[in-house]
């Protein structure tokens, strides 16, 4: 079983057009949304979902009213205001200024405070019309999301283990922060989708630069290149120079945009310049992971 992820160094790349349209096209797989800040793989392959699990990133101070004596000593260790006084004089929590760090609970002389897992989003299995697909969602201005990430790898894997399915398709976040970290850690190939302006090239560098110290091996896509042929041909020489493989130039294309605006995957829209490319690169892809089978 092998792991692919899309990642990106910027957002709005077309990691998520690209994941759905391999979804379509690899036959034995499990899908795998880990962009949980901003999950929408969901919204192409319409799942149904099939279980549904809460999602503990931490801890959160809860206190019992009957066992608080009022003494307020929670309040002036608190660092993060979480802890005040109501109209009512009972010493209250904000659940949203509470960061968990628990000193509250170590120095309440009666013990009133206590830590408890703090629900900070929701995991879900779906089946779809594809396969099984895992996905999942962080709660509003909640964090632990590469925790949340981790746990929906997880989950991807042991249904494509359990069902001996031959890919794990991984549609990953953009960026270089820890869900970025969390969707490339042990995979075996990380596909980079830039597009040809400078802050894609950039980015492009910094998400590279990144699956390297993790010893992830990478490919790279240039989605829309025919926009910037010159930013296009910086890429190509910087993959050359850096022995990237470079396994695609997607073009412009206002079918992907078609697609995308009738929730239907690019490759079951129709034929178009666009999704005759992506099938190309995704034939590059199966010949290099059946390789390292």
């Excluded at 057009?17 to 379509?24: R, T, V, W, Y």
């Excluded at 509470?98 to 830590?115: D, F, L, Q, Y």
């Excluded at 794990?168 to 075996?188: E, Q």
Aim: aromatic fraction near 4%.
């Amino acid at each position: 079983m092998k792991q692919l992820v899309i990642i990106s160094g910027k957002g709005g790349t077309g990691k998520t057009i690209i994941s759905a349209s391999f979804a379509s096209l690899a036959l034995n797989k499990a899908m795998a949304d880990c962009d949980v800040d901003a999950a929408n793989l969901y919204l192409l392959l319409r799942p149904e979902i099939i279980e549904t699990h809460q999602f503990s990133g931490g801890k959160q101070a809860r206190i019992n009213q009957e066992e608080c004596t009022g003494c307020g000593e929670c309040i002036e260790v608190c660092r993060f205001d979480a802890i005040s006084k109501s109209n009512s004089e009972d010493i209250v929590i904000d659940p949203l200024s509470c960061e968990g760090c628990a000193v509250c609970s170590h120095i309440c002389p009666p013990s009133a405070i206590k830590m408890e897992d703090a629900i900070s989003g929701e995991l879900f299995i779906s089946k779809t019309s594809y396969g099984p697909f895992v996905h999942a969602r962080l709660g509003i201005g909640e964090e632990s999301s590469g925790k949340l990430v981790s746990e929906v790898r997880k989950k991807a894997k042991d249904i494509a283990e359990k069902e001996n399915l031959e890919y794990v398709i991984i549609d990953g976040p953009p960026g270089i922060g820890c869900p970025v970290i969390a969707s490339l850690s042990g995979t075996d190939l990380a596909l980079i989708i830039t597009e040809p302006s400078i802050s894609g090239i950039h980015d492009m560098k910094r998400v590279i630069e990144t699956a390297s110290h993790f010893n992830t091996k990478t490919a790279c896509c240039i989605n829309k290149f025919d926009i910037n042929l010159q930013n296009t041909a910086k890429i190509e020489n910087w993959c050359k120079k850096n022995s990237i493989p470079l396994l695609g130039k997607i073009p412009f294309d206002p079918k992907v945009t078609e697609a995308m605006v009738k929730t239907i995957p690019l490759l079951e829209y129709g034929e178009s310049p666009a999704s005759g490319e992506i099938k190309k690169i995704w034939q590059k892809i199966h010949n290099i992971l059946t390789r390292e089978a």
